[in-house]
């Protein structure tokens, strides 16, 4: 079986490394699309398809961490990152982004390879879920498409968000505090109290499906079936 992989990166040495070493050790069973900046490599991603995808992070451009969270918005596509940035907090949000794998440079072309070949037979075998549902609420991955009884729901960036990780949390009791790490990011400051005001905004989108929203007392929320 033959793969597509993309490598956005920015230095040209490494990219004729990770191009010659996959060509001549895979037989040609694995092509190497390269981009040498962040806005090249998302038009890429955004026109074709690939089996896996490799960003470095400190890009021209578009940097790989934004990348990254855009072809989450879509895809489930094996994503890995190849970078210099070896900072816990960075592995840790690269992870928190979606990626599958997170390897600091140096590296060798065979470890590369070799971690490579691990995702794209694992994604091989996997069944890719377009859809999450919990009882009247469906959420297409690939459209983003939210429904609730039948009926398309429109929703705010933040409302999504919400909603996507409740839905992947299903029958979880999710405090305010993990919702705003999850939602608003590490960063945020203010009140645990917008939780409370999203989650009432969602509630009345989703009309009668709100009431799968539950509230936990001293808790958070837990969406049910």
């Not at 490579?116 to 609420?137: F, H, P, Y």
């Amino acid at each position: 079986m033959a793969y597509r992989v993309l490598l956005v990166e920015d230095d040209n040495q490494i990219r004729e490394v990770i191009e010659d070493y996959f060509s001549d050790k895979s037989d040609g069973t694995i092509s190497i699309v390269t981009a040498q900046d962040g806005d090249s490599g998302l038009e890429l991603i955004k026109n074709q398809e690939f089996d896996l995808i490799m960003l470095d992070i400190m890009l021209p451009g578009i940097d790989g961490f934004s990348l990254c969270r855009e072809i989450r918005k879509s895809s489930i596509v094996p994503v890995l990152f190849l970078t210099a940035r070896a900072r816990e907090e960075d592995i840790l949000y690269g992870y928190e982004l979606g990626c599958d794998d997170y390897i600091v440079k140096p590296f060798s072309p065979a470890e590369l390879y070799a971690k490579v070949n691990a995702q794209l037979k694992r994604s091989k075998g996997m069944v890719i879920t377009r859809e999450i549902v919990c009882g009247d609420i469906r959420m297409n991955l690939i459209t983003l498409q939210v429904t609730a009884c039948g009926e398309a729901v429109e929703l705010a960036p933040k409302e999504f968000s919400l909603l996507k990780y409740l839905l992947e949390h299903k029958n979880w009791v999710i405090d305010r505090d993990t919702l705003l790490n999850k939602i608003w990011g590490y960063d945020y400051f203010g009140s645990d109290r917008v939780v409370d005001n999203h989650i009432k905004k969602l509630r009345k989108a989703l009309g009668n499906s709100g009431s799968q929203i539950k509230t936990v007392i001293t808790k958070g929320y837990k969406l049910t079936e």
